[in-house]
């Protein structure tokens, strides 16, 4: 399998940002780590691994990117307004520096964002909002709502909301969601959502669904048994899904 290791300083982020890509050819996956997680994680973790038939085939060519969950939503040291606002910063490298990166180096003309916990939600938000750019959405084990609180994970704002928030969040923004163009590109989007029915965030990715389909929006909701927030889930799940 092919391995490329690509580093560069980032305008939006004002330091160096790093990522892995897997794969010669094919659709270009976009991978968001989960919160503890590196550009390297889903190669630690062996999902490359479990994606490498169709890497090799040239069916799909990944790109880890780093997630950012310690300068963002887990920097207990910024306030919440500034979390909202680095991860805003996130959103534009990835949408000015990663995925014109991905363009220039694969012609191909389907373009998927993929994501485990954390990650699922910045997949989903990042589609969700710039549906156009998009063709596929994978999210596993995904919460949709970082206000919410469940179980050990609580609200990621400390009771703080602004207009920002609100239009980063999946469950809150779609509601509201009446741009007719908007809607016509995500009724376009192939949505795989995976969750456990022992998972904490099973009702947030059911809600998630009835909002998608108020909106028309089709989508696949699987539910696997027992907990599978975890990597050996995920390893089963990528190769079904992605």
């Known amino acids: 399998m092919r391995r490329d290791y690509r580093r560069w300083y980032s305008p939006a982020l004002h330091r160096d940002m790093e990522l892995l890509t897997f794969g010669h050819a094919g659709a270009k996956v976009l991978m968001f780590p989960t919160r503890d997680g590196r550009f390297w994680e889903y190669e630690k973790l062996d999902v490359v691994a479990s994606l490498a038939d169709k890497v090799n085939a040239g069916h799909l060519q990944l790109y880890c990117i780093e997630g950012l969950a310690r300068e963002t939503f887990y920097d207990a040291g910024r306030h919440p307004a500034d979390r909202i606002r680095r991860h805003a910063a996130f959103e534009a490298y990835i949408l000015h520096e990663v995925l014109p990166l991905m363009a220039s180096t694969n012609p191909h003309d389907c373009t998927m964002?993929?994501?485990?916990?954390?990650?699922?939600?910045?997949?989903?938000?990042?589609?969700?909002?710039?549906?156009?750019?998009?063709?596929?959405?994978?999210?596993?084990?995904?919460?949709?709502?970082?206000?919410?609180?469940?179980?050990?994970?609580?609200?990621?704002?400390?009771?703080?909301?602004?207009?920002?928030?609100y239009f980063h969040t999946p469950t809150?923004?779609?509601?509201?969601?009446?741009?007719?163009?908007?809607?016509?590109?995500?009724?376009?989007?192939?949505?795989?959502?995976?969750?456990?029915?022992a998972d904490p965030f099973l009702d947030n990715n059911r809600f998630l669904s009835r909002l998608l389909e108020d909106k028309g929006v089709s989508y696949r909701l699987h539910v696997w048994d027992s907990r599978a927030h975890c990597p050996r889930a995920w390893r089963q799940m990528a190769p079904l899904y992605v």
Request: charged content about 25%; overall charge negative.
């Open 172 to 197: 809150h923004f779609l509601p509201s969601l009446n741009c007719p163009w908007r809607l016509e590109n995500l009724r376009r989007i192939d949505i795989v959502l995976a969750v456990g029915e």
């Open 113 to 165: 964002a993929v994501g485990c916990s954390l990650g699922a939600f910045q997949a989903a938000s990042l589609v969700l909002r710039h549906p156009h750019l998009f063709r596929k959405l994978v999210a596993f084990s995904g919460r949709y709502d970082l206000t919410m609180k469940v179980e050990c994970f609580g609200d990621l704002f400390d009771g703080y909301y602004d207009d920002e928030i």
